[in-house]
């Protein structure tokens, strides 16, 4: 299982950033996928996932309603959408596939004027 996340970067408060996960080493497209993010000293936070059989999705309560998930089943890619940044979005962002446990290497996004 290979997942590399791409897309992090610095915005200013009330942008948007679109975040990527591209997947390689196992069947993506039936594989429940998840967000997840740590800011610093904090312990690592669930942002978000998607189901692998009926794409049903489920967002935690500090995202919803600002951040969407989605996959394309046929590039093998996850995405996270965000919009309505705020300084405490701030963190590394790593996607996870739920079967293997398995976790990228992360991008840094930063939410600063």
């Known amino acids: 299982v ?5 897309g ?3 915005v200013q408060p009330g942008g948007s950033l679109r975040l990527s996960c591209t997947a390689s080493g ?3 497209s039936t ?3 998840s967000w ?3 800011a610093p000293g904090k312990q690592r936070e669930w942002v978000a996932f998607i189901s692998g ?3 049903s999705k489920n967002y935690a309560d500090s995202v919803k309603g600002r951040f969407t998930i ?3 089943n046929a590039k093998n890619t996850m995405y996270l959408q965000m919009n309505s940044l ?10 996870q596939e739920l079967r293997s446990g398995s976790r990228g290497q992360g991008t840094q996004v930063t939410v600063s004027s």
């Open 2 to 6: 290979q997942l590399v996340e791409s």
């Open 8 to 10: 992090g970067g610095l």
């Open 26 to 28: 196992f069947t993506f």
């Open 31 to 33: 594989s429940g996928m």
């Open 36 to 38: 997840s993010r740590q």
């Open 53 to 55: 059989t009926d794409n």
């Open 70 to 72: 989605s996959r394309n």
């Open 86 to 95: 705020k300084p405490e979005d701030t963190a590394v962002y790593y996607c």
